[in-house]
Structures are given as structure tokens and as C-alpha cells.
């Protein structure tokens, strides 16, 4: 049987292909590395997840459901990483465009976009720091 990690792999690559919907862009940007991010990102989640949760919701041995729900809660948590990725680099093209005004038309837009300003903030570093890895 495939282990999670090349199960993963495989679901993103397809995902990636068929383009369904996914912002792939965060992750070809950095794919001329010649450490696959993709390929990083998926054994950091798959190490730091704690998956021992599914032993206490699934009662029955059934190792095929346990695998099942590890990849597809690695999948959630990839794909709630790249959002962010993604809200924070379009966070930071506003602040770059209106930031600097002095008369606070960011943190206004930020209001009427419901999203709170330290929210915004992290998103924007997180943005950042990746884009300089």
C-alpha cells in the first residue's frame, strides 16, 4: 500500500492538473527549487499532525477509514495553509497600494471587509516570510 505521503502527493499533483478550483500558483512560484515545497510541506503536516485522535473516533480497526481520514485531514490542513498564503499576498498588494495614505483608508477597507486588522497583519507576514524562502 502507498504510504500518506506519496497518496498526498499523487491527490495534489491531480488537483494541480485538473484545476479544480485550487490556487496552485503559491506553489509553482517556488517549484524551480531544487527542494520541492509541495513535497516539504506535505512531511512537516504529516510529521507535526498529531493523527491519534482518529484511534478514539474510529473504534473499529479499520486501518483502511484511518487512512482515509489522515489524508484528507492532511489535504484540509495544505489546503488552509495555502489560503492564508494566498489572502496574505492579496492583503499585502492593498497595503503596498493604499497602506501608505495617512488617511486610513486600509484599516477602513479592512473593516468593511470584515477581517481584523492583527488577522490581516499575520496573514501579510506569513505572506512574506514565505515569499522569501
Same mark, same amino acid.
Given at each position: 500500500?502507498?504510504?500518506?505521503?506519496? &497518496? %498526498?502527493?499523487?491527490?495534489?499533483n491531480e488537483l494541480k492538473k485538473n484545476n479544480s478550483g485550487i490556487d496552485m500558483?503559491?506553489? !509553482? &512560484? @517556488?517549484?524551480?527549487? !531544487?527542494?520541492?515545497?509541495?513535497?516539504?510541506?506535505?512531511? /512537516?503536516? *504529516?510529521?507535526?499532525?498529531d493523527f491519534s485522535f482518529l484511534d478514539e473516533i474510529c473504534?473499529?480497526?479499520? !486501518?483502511?477509514? &484511518?487512512?482515509?481520514?489522515?489524508? &484528507?485531514?492532511?489535504?484540509?490542513?495544505?489546503?488552509?495553509?495555502?489560503?492564508?498564503?494566498?489572502?496574505?499576498?492579496?492583503?499585502?498588494?492593498?497595503?503596498?497600494?493604499?497602506? /501608505? /495614505?495617512?488617511?486610513? %483608508?486600509?484599516?477602513?477597507?479592512?473593516?468593511? *471587509?470584515?477581517? @481584523? *486588522? #492583527?488577522?490581516?497583519? #499575520?496573514? #501579510?507576514? #506569513?505572506?512574506?516570510?514565505? *515569499?522569501? /524562502?
Amino acid at each position: 500500500m502507498n504510504s500518506l505521503k506519496e &497518496k %498526498l502527493e499523487a491527490k495534489m499533483n491531480e488537483l494541480k492538473k485538473n484545476n479544480s478550483g485550487i490556487d496552485m500558483s503559491i506553489i !509553482e &512560484k @517556488n517549484e524551480t527549487k !531544487e527542494i520541492n515545497p509541495l513535497t516539504t510541506k506535505l512531511e /512537516n503536516i *504529516s510529521k507535526s499532525l498529531d493523527f491519534s485522535f482518529l484511534d478514539e473516533i474510529c473504534l473499529e480497526e479499520n !486501518e483502511e477509514i &484511518k487512512n482515509f481520514l489522515k489524508e &484528507k485531514t492532511a489535504l484540509l490542513f495544505i489546503q488552509d495553509s495555502l489560503t492564508k498564503l494566498k489572502l496574505g499576498e492579496i492583503l499585502e498588494d492593498v497595503f503596498i497600494k493604499i497602506g /501608505n /495614505n495617512k488617511n486610513g %483608508l486600509y484599516l477602513k477597507w479592512l473593516e468593511g *471587509s470584515g477581517i @481584523n *486588522s #492583527r488577522t490581516a497583519l #499575520r496573514y #501579510r507576514n #506569513r505572506d512574506i516570510s514565505y *515569499s522569501l /524562502n
